[in-house]
């Protein structure tokens, strides 16, 4: 039987700390590995981690901010979420990230909405593939990419997690590979683990199929060194059994970026409690 997505991620928090190589970094002194083994996620229960709190409701905001092609904080800060803070400018822009380049990949204007500069829309990644998705669900090419060399000198971080694709199975089902370059193991990965299990969600409800496997595949895996008392501290507590998640179906299809957290039951979250650590920015 297949170990859950928390048990695995568990597995690397610790490879981490006993096989890691310590590197001084950007941003800290991190201990770290390469190319762990991926965390393979059934999605017949949410991967959500139980070992420590991890707010839902916040993962599901900053997706719906990337699902609309936003790029300014006050949108979150309008929804009670912070987590951008970190990395936006005086007037809250934290340039052509993840939203942009999932929406207008191409276009050099990133101050609003998918069609807010006049024409020059870039490509949107996140339409196209739902709509092959619905009409050509066997394609190869559901793919949708957030790293883009052209803009990154703009960008207040650049994407960590920059590339999924999507695969339509004969059973009607819809599966995920997600890749990411940098994985800040305490902090990130948590979050990242619980959006891209929310994100396919919605995409199996935009276009009528069901979220079977997540696949989180990993480049540089990392633990700061002032997170390493909060790691030892959930590897301690305990793991419960993995959530159920419902999205709303008893509607006509939305688009994938119509969906949010109004649309949204979690059941039997049972977690160990708030584990605090900084940001390293």
Known sequence: MQRSAELQYLDVMRSILAKGDEIEGRNGTTTGVFAPPPIVAD????????????SLKNVCTELEWFLQGQTNIQWLHDRGCKIWDEWA??????????????????????????????????IDQLSMVQESLRHNPHS??????????????????????ILMQFYAGSDNSISMQMYQRSADWFLGVPYNLASYGLLLHFMGAAVGRWPKTLTMVFGDAHIYKNHENA?????????????TLGVRRDCDLLNVWEYGWD????????NAGVIKAPVSA
């Open 89 to 122: 400018d005086e007037g809250g822009n934290v340039g052509p990230i993840y939203g942009h380049q999932w929406r207008r990949f191409g276009s050099d204007n990133y101050s609003g909405s998918p069609h807010a500069d006049g024409g020059r829309t870039g």
């Open 140 to 161: 190869r090419r559901h793919v949708i990419s957030a790293w883009n060399p052209l803009q990154e000198d703009e960008m207040g971080l650049p994407p960590c997690h």
């Open 43 to 54: 999605m017949a229960r949410f991967p959500l981690l139980t070992s420590k709190f991890v």
């Open 231 to 243: 790691v030892k501290e959930q590897l301690s507590n305990p793991v419960a059994p993995p959530p």
């Open 263 to 270: 649309d949204v039951t979690l059941q039997g979250y049972r």
